[in-house]
């Protein structure tokens, strides 16, 4: 490995993030500007608040090119409000995204902040940490979902794109991290870790 993998900085938790990546052996790049997305080979959009991140990414004209970079095929991590940000539509209230993996997610639909809760995927071992966490109220044919809590999917891929409801930073486990990197989104190896 020892890619050169890019996490957005502009809120929430990218340093979690950039310390999971370097944990799972990949070089992170903290991105602010444009110019930080040359060079790496894929880019982490974390979790935080997804109305700051879309105003915070205007305001940095960096709305086109994270759209240019998401859609050239290289590999993306969404979570949380990073899949907000990458689904094609967002409900509960309904607000603008990216459309880049072919998903309905309801924002905040798992509770309020109080509600935040820690959780073991069905059938595995794949710890899960939901701060806020939006819901899959559904995905397109070509998405397929790698992890499910209570029957739900809450880790899900559509070529090169993955995205979770959950924190996989905020736990001792890198599975998540690695699969993504080694992988570049493809689900071999991570299905039976997930259960």
Do not use: K
Not at 19 to 35: D, F, K, M, S
Not at 60 to 69: N, S, T, V
Not at 91 to 108: K, L, M
Request: with cysteine.
């Amino acid at each position: 490995m020892g890619d050169r993998i890019g996490v957005l900085a502009l809120q929430g938790d990218f340093a979690a993030h950039a310390r999971a990546l370097a944990e799972a052996g990949a070089e992170p790049v903290l991105v602010r500007e444009a110019q930080a997305l040359t060079g790496i080979a894929g880019l982490v959009l974390p979790g935080g608040e997804s109305t700051t991140l879309l105003r915070l990414i205007e305001r940095h004209a960096l709305a086109e090119p994270l759209d240019a970079f998401a859609r050239s095929g290289r590999p993306l991590l969404a979570t949380c409000a990073g899949l907000i940000l990458a689904a094609r539509e967002v409900t509960e209230p309904s607000q603008p995204s990216f459309g880049w993996i072919d998903a309905t997610v309801a924002r905040n639909a798992w509770g309020r902040q109080l509600d935040s809760f820690e959780a073991i995927a069905d059938g595995g071992d794949l710890p899960l940490v939901c701060i806020r966490a939006p819901r899959i109220r559904s995905v397109g044919p070509r998405v397929e979902v790698l992890a499910r809590y209570a029957g739900e999917p809450v880790l899900i891929r559509e070529g090169t794109v993955w995205g979770a409801t959950f924190h996989p930073e905020l736990t001792a486990d890198r599975r998540v991290h690695r699969a993504w990197l080694e992988r570049c989104g493809a689900a071999v190896g991570l299905e039976p870790a997930c259960g």
